[in-house]
């Protein structure tokens, strides 16, 4: 078994807080001009700059040799136009460190993200904000740091300040505001298993994916966008699995937290497009999580997430996750749909 990494576990789980505590900041309050469309039509808010300029200059104090592979950029944010922008992603940063950053030092810190990634060496991944679609609606959303060694993701830490910390129970959509404590982390480090806590008590559980056998009794949790996700091919699989019981839909990784403590039994992401591909961040915390918590991760065809490529996951198509019980039999659905030439 490898070594521990607990000192990148320590630092990225007090990072990641740190984040959630700015986003929890910004939740429900986005006011005109806080929210701006980037050039592939996507949103970002003044909370996903400032939560990547909070864990990388967390970063940068305790590894400051570590690159970081980050969504966002400072473009947007730079010179006369960006000053609005900047002013509040500024002061939203200061709010929780402990040593206040300059106007240069938050940029530099935001762009702290920009390497490229690769299959040599040891780099962190951030999605400071990932489901910024639906932060934006006030639903689920999480902050995603993991760590890629030579390619293998080796820690995950995935906030998810809005997520009900309970189990989502039969009846419950995650999105529609049962009652009950919100706010769960979670963590996986590679070979030490699976763990959630909340985000104020550092007493931490061990979760396991859910024990289903029979594919008729699983349940699914999938995107809340059907452009992220082809719904139309998931309610195929559904029916080809003999599947019954309502899909949560949810935006982030936060499915990949309730797959990994058992919510729920199956997540996919069926392309949407032939163009798309996927993004590391987007997946490199919640796959360790589920793996880790005894699932199984590949994509449509069946290969392993390959997260030594660069910034994308350009190696694979498509994610199917699931408690190791059933994937073999929910992958062989998914193909038979996907290779149905008469779907429309
Ligand atoms: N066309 C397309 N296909 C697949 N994925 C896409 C696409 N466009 C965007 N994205 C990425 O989706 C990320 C959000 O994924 P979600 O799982 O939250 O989607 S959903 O809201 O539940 O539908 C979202 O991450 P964030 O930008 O961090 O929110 C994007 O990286
Ligand atoms: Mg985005
Ligand atoms: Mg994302
Ligand atoms: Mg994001």
Redesign the pocket.
Known sequence: MSATLAAERRVAVEAVLQACRVCQKVFNHLVAGETIIKD?R???TVA?YSAQAVVNTYLAEHFPQDLVVG?ESARDLQGEVGRALREKVLSLSNAVLRVPLTESKLLTAIDRGSYGGGPRGRHWTL?????????LRGD??AVCLALIEDGEVRLGVMGCPNLPAAHLGQAAQATASPPGERGCLFIAEKGHGAFTRSLVSDVETRIHVSDTRDCRDARFC????????SHSDASRVGQDLGITQDSI?????C?YGCIARGDADIYL?L???AT?V??I??HASGALLVEEAGGIVTDVDGKHLDFSRGRFLDANRGVVAANARIHSEVLRAVQKVLQNPERA
């Open positions: 592939d996507s949103p970002v996903d969504e999605d400071p904000i990932d489901g910024t679609k639906g932060f689920q959303f999938e995107s809340v966008e059907a452009a992220h996700s839909r949810m935006d982030s990784q499915k992401r392309p949407a497009s798309y996927e993004k961040w987007d």
